[in-house]
């Protein structure tokens, strides 16, 4: 049985960092992807990494985040730097298996239950 599960929400002022966790068990981590859903919006694309390392982000956060990989702890990582009171949301990782990452949602097989970031202003 696969499992996923986030760590490293939190509170944070606007200006701040955070690093976000997403442990895989059950199955080798190939290609990962991070969402995000703010309360009323559809979840969305925020950064994904592929099996080869290669990375893809959102424009609304190129730049300001650093989606990273470690193989040997099946492990991906999220670090959010210069966050903003807009990228309050609840942020979920994702698996799927395949060649390649993806930005689409329907793409992923297995779904972690989100952590939460809030940005004050």
């Known amino acids: 049985q696969v499992h996923v599960v986030e760590s490293g929400g939190g509170l944070v002022q606007a200006g701040g960092s955070l690093r976000l966790s997403c442990a895989a068990s059950?199955?080798?981590?190939?290609?990962m992807g991070w969402f995000r859903q703010a309360p009323g919006k559809e979840r969305e694309f925020v950064a994904a990494?592929?099996?080869?390392?290669?990375?893809f982000y959102a424009d609304s956060v190129k730049g300001r985040f650093t989606i990273s990989r470690d193989n040997a702890k099946n492990t991906i990582y999220l670090q959010m730097n210069s966050l903003k009171p807009e990228d309050t949301a609840v942020y979920c990782c994702?698996?799927?298996?395949?060649?390649?990452?993806?930005?689409?949602?329907?793409?992923?097989?297995?779904w972690g239950q989100g952590t939460q970031v809030t940005v004050s202003s």
């Open positions: 059950g199955r080798t981590i190939t290609n």
């Open positions: 990494i592929n099996w080869s390392g290669s990375t």
């Open positions: 994702a698996l799927r298996g395949g060649d390649s990452a993806s930005y689409y949602v329907e793409e992923y097989d297995y």
